[in-house]
């Protein structure tokens, strides 16, 4: 069979391979076009792990919501550098996987990874991966995915400048609070909804620190214990989404603003780019030093 121009480059274009790799590999499998993407994505797969123990740190966050505001995901997809993250290669994959994920409503990141990536000719996230890898040489991490279905609430979701997203259920169909309160979080990251909810060993360490504090005031016991009281609920206000300001409204707090309107936060989830992420420091002259040596 004649290896055309338009079938190398239908080639180049569903691996990103090299346009002699692309002819070469057709030419080993006689036109074979699903053979030949095969045997690229074999030797794309050997470069893809070459990178796969660097970091990947930078990225985006991306947010898939359905019409009805019932049903939301929310990724955050890695790569090396704020480069690749704006390469429009990058940026399809990314939004790829996140309809994806909307699409089989999957929360697991083992599962949609063997999932069929949409719009991608049969192939799967992973393998979509590894070829991305292979053509922009950084490795690209699909690092986490969440889930939010409700039916009888209502999903709120932000994004910030693909940085930070955020998606809010609440208890009642007003879509409008949904979003304000998804905002607030993008803006304030609590860590819980309510006071109550903050981890009792954090409970504990900030009291223990609390106490420290107050105990080199000299003062007595009784009114040692009542300042470490007021210093504990403050903190647990500032952590907790019911107790903070509103961001639209700081003289009201987010309880008030939910009271009001009627409605309750059953859950959120924040994700920021990067966020828990050790990254690699470089000292630049000790760099040069070693490409001299």
Known sequence: MVVTASL???????TGAPMMECKKALEATHGDLQLAVEELRKSGRAKADKKAGRIAAEGIVLVQAANDG?????????????????DTNFLVFADAVAK????????????????????????????????????????????????????????????????????????????????????HVAASKPLVVNPQDVPSDIVAKEKEIYMAQAEQSGKPKDILEKMVAGKLKKYLDEVSLLGQPFVKDPETTVATLLTKNRAKVISFTRFEVGEGIEKESEDFVEAVMAQIK
Do not use: W
């Open 8 to 14: 190398v480059k239908e080639l180049r274009e569903r």
């Open 70 to 86: 019932k049903l939301a995901v929310m990724l955050e997809i890695n790569s090396e550098t704020d480069f690749v993250a704006r």
């Open 100 to 183: 994806t994920a909307l699409a089989h409503k999957t929360h697991d990141l083992a599962g949609l990874s063997t999932l069929p990536l949409s719009g991608h000719n049969g192939l799967t996230v992973e393998d979509a991966r590894k070829a991305l890898v292979a053509k922009v040489g950084e490795n690209i991490h699909v690092r986490r995915v969440a889930l939010l279905n409700t039916a009888s609430g209502q999903i709120g979701t932000y994004l910030h400048g693909g940085r930070i997203g955020v998606l809010v259920e609440v208890d009642n169909d007003n879509s409008n609070l949904a979003k304000d309160i998804a905002m």
